[in-house]
């Protein structure tokens, strides 16, 4: 069964850095693009960022370059991202999804993780 | 990029058909079949309901339909059930290789 489990999330303040964590399990992780997308309180989806497979390219709205890094461990099937200067807006439901195809990590989600909910507030 | 557009609300009776529109442009939906929906139900995360424009992946009900035409993407629900109810998104590819989603439509069961 495929499991997507995020963790991090939590109230901070503008400006302030949180890390998001989403381990994976059910599926064959080192080939799979894992990506984030997040819903803010009330709102439609959002993609934020994808990561690849193998190759570990990297992908990002760009509301969030250069201030959003992802990355994967794949001895530990975990994916992260690393939020630095947050913002009001960045406030939201964080979700952990995996690509259908691993070929095309944008193309469409088929599993999704249950989120973790950041506040960016003071 | 601007996010596609869908309407905020749709409603039906039980065993009526409706169609959520999800219009963007000749640089994302007009140009890659690559539009999925997702139905969201309360408190609960998104569900691939299609992906591809029209292919329904294995469990999804077959009164769930997609089509395109032109910049603009649709999802029929056939025989509207008061499970339906829910919010729907859709998704698009972009040629900026990026994904956009839709804003979410409310399905409303009469």
């Known amino acids: 069964e495929v499991q997507l489990l995020e963790s991090g999330g939590g109230l901070v303040q503008p400006g302030g850095s949180l890390r998001l964590s989403c381990t994976a399990s059910?599926?064959?992780?080192?080939?799979?693009?894992v990506s984030w997308v997040r819903q803010a309180p009330g709102k439609g989806l959002e993609w934020v960022s994808t990561i690849s497979g193998r190759a570990g390219s990297t992908y990002y709205t760009d509301s969030v370059r250069g201030r959003f890094t992802i990355s994967r461990d794949t001895s530990k099937n975990m994916v992260y991202l690393q939020m630095n200067s947050l913002r009001a807006e960045d406030t939201a439901l964080y979700y952990c999804?995996?690509?259908?195809?691993?070929?095309?990590?944008?193309?469409?989600?088929?599993?999704w993780g249950q989120g973790t909910l950041v506040a960016v507030s003071s | 990029q601007s996010a596609l557009t869908q309407p905020a609300s749709v409603s039906g009776s039980p065993g009526q058909s409706i169609t959520i529109s999800c219009t963007g442009t000749s640089t994302d939906v007009g140009s890659y079949n690559y539009v999925s929906w997702y139905q969201q139900h309360p408190g609960k995360a998104p569900k691939l309901m299609i992906y591809d424009v029209s292919i329904r992946p294995s469990g999804v009900s077959d009164r769930f339909s997609g089509s395109k035409s032109g910049n603009t993407a649709s999802l029929t629900i056939s025989g509207l059930q008061a499970e339906d109810e829910a919010d729907y998104h859709c998704?698009?590819?972009?040629?900026?290789?990026?994904?956009?989603f839709g804003g979410g439509t409310q399905v409303t069961v009469l």
């Open positions: 059910g599926f064959t992780f080192s080939t799979s693009a």
């Open positions: 999804v995996k690509a259908f195809f691993y070929y095309d990590p944008l193309r469409t989600f088929d599993y």
């Open positions: 998704s698009s590819y972009t040629r900026s290789n990026t994904l956009l």
